[in-house]
T-cell receptor, first 111, second 112 residues
Framework: DAKTTQPPSMDCAEGRAANLPCNHS???????VYWYRQIHSQGPQYIIH???NNETNEMASLIITEDRKSSTLILPHATLRDTAVYYC????????????FGKGTMLLVSP | DSGVTQTPKHLITATGQRVTLRCSPR?????VYWYQQSLDQGLQFLIH???????AKGNILERFSAQQFPDLHSELNLSSLELGDSALYFC???????????FGQGTRLTVV
C-alpha cells in the first residue's frame, strides 16, 4: 500500500517557485518525510528530509503541516535543470526500514 | 558525483546467462542498498546490507543474490537471466541506517 500520494505531473515556469505537494495521512510519529529526485535515468538524488519542523537547505525547503499528514517541497527559483521526477517518501530511521519509492511527481520546468 | 561507484555502466548479455554487478559505496558508508528500475515498474527495492549483514529484503527474485564484503563493497548476482530482467540497477549507500542515501549512476542491463 502506498504511504504517500503525489500528483503525477506538474509544470513550472523557469525562475518561479515550484511547490510540490505530498499527502502522507497515515504517517506515524517516528516516521520522517524524505524527498528525492531523479533526473532522467540518473541515480536518485537526496534533497531534504524532516520530522516535524520545517527544514531548509541549499536545494529546497520542506514545509510539514502541524498534523504531519501532508508536506510541500519548495524549489524557490526553479531552473530547467530541476526538471525531474520528485519522490516523497516516509520512513522511520530504524535499522530495518527501507526507502520505498512510489511513482513520484514529474516536474517540468519550462522557459 | 555521489561518491558511489557502480560497474559496469552497461552490460549486454543473453538469456540464461549470469552476471555480477558491483557497487563501491562512499568511503565510510556501512549501508548498501540495491534497486531495480524497469520502464513499467519504477524503482523497486531489492535488498539492504549493513556492515556485511543483510538487513532487509524487498521483491528480490530467487535467481538474484547479493552480498557485502568486509571492505564494504557489494555485488549483486543475477542468474538465469530473462528478457524481463533488462533494467537499470542502482546501488545506494549511507553512513548509517538512515534515509539519506547516495545513489550511483546505475548499471544498465540489457538481456537479449
Amino acid at each position: 500500500d502506498a504511504k504517500t500520494t503525489q500528483p503525477p505531473s506538474m509544470d513550472c515556469a523557469e525562475g518561479r517557485a515550484a511547490n510540490l505537494p505530498c499527502n502522507h495521512s497515515t504517517i506515524s510519529g517516528n516516521e520522517y518525510v524524505y524527498w528525492y529526485r531523479q533526473i532522467h535515468s540518473q541515480g536518485p538524488q537526496y534533497i531534504i528530509h524532516g520530522l516535524k519542523n520545517n527544514e531548509t537547505n541549499e536545494m529546497a525547503s520542506l514545509i510539514i503541516t502541524e498534523d504531519r499528514k501532508s508536506s510541500t517541497l519548495i524549489l524557490p527559483h526553479a531552473t530547467l535543470r530541476d526538471t525531474a521526477v520528485y519522490y516523497c517518501i516516509v520512513r522511520d530511521n530504524s535499522g530495518y526500514s527501507t526507502l520505498t519509492f512510489g511513482k513520484g511527481t514529474m516536474l517540468l520546468v519550462s522557459p | 558525483d555521489s561518491g558511489v561507484t557502480q560497474t559496469p555502466k552497461h552490460l549486454i548479455t543473453a538469456t540464461g546467462q549470469r552476471v555480477t554487478l558491483r557497487c563501491s559505496p562512499r568511503s565510510g558508508d556501512l549501508s548498501v542498498y540495491w534497486y531495480q528500475q524497469s520502464l513499467d515498474q519504477g524503482l523497486q527495492f531489492l535488498i539492504h546490507y549493513y556492515n556485511g549483514e543483510e538487513r532487509a529484503k524487498g521483491n528480490i527474485l530467487e535467481r538474484f543474490s547479493a552480498q557485502q564484503f568486509p571492505d564494504l563493497h557489494s555485488e549483486l548476482n543475477l542468474s538465469s537471466l530473462e528478457l524481463g530482467d533488462s533494467a537499470l540497477y542502482f546501488c545506494a549507500s549511507s553512513v548509517e541506517i538512515l534515509g539519506r542515501a547516495f545513489f550511483g549512476q546505475g548499471t544498465r542491463l540489457t538481456v537479449v
